[in-house]
């Protein structure tokens, strides 16, 4: 069985979505996936108003999810390959979200823009909607990702939604036959690092170590299932702000996708505002694999 049999591709009509969509055929090729191309008509109230229908203006924003899904199926086309296309009406994320539940998809595909900061990438996006809401996994494509898949990257601390994480990566190293990155760190901020007062360097020596303990028992458990399977790896443990360390180590070794875990809980509490893997999605400068607990 496919690690995705069926994948959901948002499509809004701007160029980073139609480049996600490109990412998630080619993506889909390789798994043997069916791809579902979803555009939905954002009817506000003023649009849904009886002079507004009396002008047309529904029949014109259908009009253009219309154009989007021709344009998709274009793209399609040129890939060689065939996807399914679906229109809806009502907010966007919500109905995303209820489309992929609905054709049964594993994953939900989205773009980013090329904006800089966690701010004007996510915060109050849909993509930021669909990372807080969904239930199945969400994949975040930048607008200048173009598919490539070598080197993956699984950031881990341990925790069951990493751990969880770490195990699809490791499937998709295996059918993609590509080599898996482990990296841990260990929370540290810089003033701390720069600290010269000795009982401060003391006590952070004898944190970091235990935290490095911790940290290396929790990757030998992926780096046993990555032996067995026969996959190559690396792994490193590193010291320093989280998400800071993992674009950072993304950008130096060639990271083509990063692959995290987001915390189980419930509601929009299944992606905690600040989370270091949100603070990752909107500053990664490679496609961001989100797996849901």
């Given at each position: ?46 649009v ?16 253009g ?50 904006k ?10 849909t ?46 190293a295996k ?43 929790a990757?030998e ?11 190559s790896?690396?792994?490193?443990i ?10 950072d ?22 992606f ?22």
């Open positions: 069985m496919s690690l995705y049999q069926k994948i959901l591709v948002a499509l809004d009509g701007s160029e980073e979505s139609f480049n996600a969509l490109r990412y998630a055929i080619n993506f889909a090729k390789m798994l043997k996936a069916e791809v579902f191309a979803l555009t939905v008509v954002q009817l506000k109230g003023e849904s108003s009886a002079l507004s229908l009396f002008l047309g203006m529904e029949d014109l924003f259908k009009k999810a219309e154009s989007i899904l021709k344009k998709a199926e274009a793209i399609a086309s040129e890939l060689g390959a065939d996807i399914s296309t679906l229109v809806r009406k009502g907010d966007p994320a919500t109905e995303i979200i209820d489309c992929a539940l609905t054709e049964g998809c594993e994953l939900i595909v989205s773009g980013k823009t090329g800089t900061g966690l701010a004007k990438a996510l915060l109050g996006s993509s930021y909607k669909l990372l807080a809401g969904s239930s199945v996994d969400v994949l975040i494509v930048p607008k200048t990702a173009s598919f490539r898949l070598e080197n993956l990257l699984v950031p881990t601390d341990g925790s069951g939604p990493a751990q969880k994480a770490g195990y699809k990566a490791i499937k998709l059918v993609f036959s590509v080599k898996l990155n482990l990296l841990s760190v260990v929370e540290v901020e810089p003033i701390v690092l720069e600290s010269e007062v000795s009982h401060l360097i003391e006590t952070l020596e004898r944190f970091i170590d235990s935290q490095r303990k911790a940290l290396a028992s990757q458990a992926l780096i046993k299932r990555c032996e067995l399977e026969g996959i790896f690396f792994s490193s590193e010291n320093g702000v989280p998400h800071e360390i993992i674009v180590f993304s950008a130096k070794r060639g990271i083509d996708l990063i692959v995290m875990g987001s915390s189980g809980k419930s509601g929009i509490k299944r905690l505002l600040g989370s270091v893997t949100e603070k990752v999605v909107g500053l990664s400068e490679v496609p961001v694999l989100v797996v849901k607990s």
